[in-house]
């Protein structure tokens, strides 16, 4: 099945930035959209990003409208989020996903997840 690998995570002031990536591997034809979600301790993980790889479009949460930005490299095997303007209250363990249909931000819609990178901002 498809795998994902998050890295870039890791700590940092309020106001800094941060760019997460995330390698796919295995079965990358059988996926069309990919989306970063988040989940912070206590919270239900929530839809951050996401994006159309065969065409570029993409969709965000209203908290992150921006300040963050989902793209792709040309090869189409690696996701980037980049995060500016980051606030404490963006703390979460990041997770890249994918799926066959629709570029949505509901995670129950998603397949493949990876196993997640932890991003945490001081104030």
């Known amino acids: 099945q498809v795998q994902l690998v998050e890295s870039g995570g890791g700590s940092v002031q309020a106001g800094g930035s941060l760019r997460l990536s995330c390698a796919a591997s295995r079965y990358t034809y059988s996926i069309a959209y990919m989306a970063w979600f988040r989940q912070a301790p206590g919270k239900e993980r929530e839809g951050v990003a996401c994006?159309?790889?065969?065409?570029?479009?993409?969709g965000y949460a209203d908290s992150v409208k921006g300040r963050f930005t989902i793209s792709q490299d040309n090869a189409k095997t690696t996701l980037y989020l980049q995060m500016n303007s980051l606030k404490p209250e963006d703390t979460a363990m990041y997770y890249c996903a994918a799926r066959r249909d629709g570029c949505g931000l509901n995670p129950n819609a998603y397949n493949y997840w990876g196993q997640g990178t932890q991003v945490t901002v001081s104030s």
């Open positions: 994006i159309y790889t065969g065409g570029g479009n993409t």
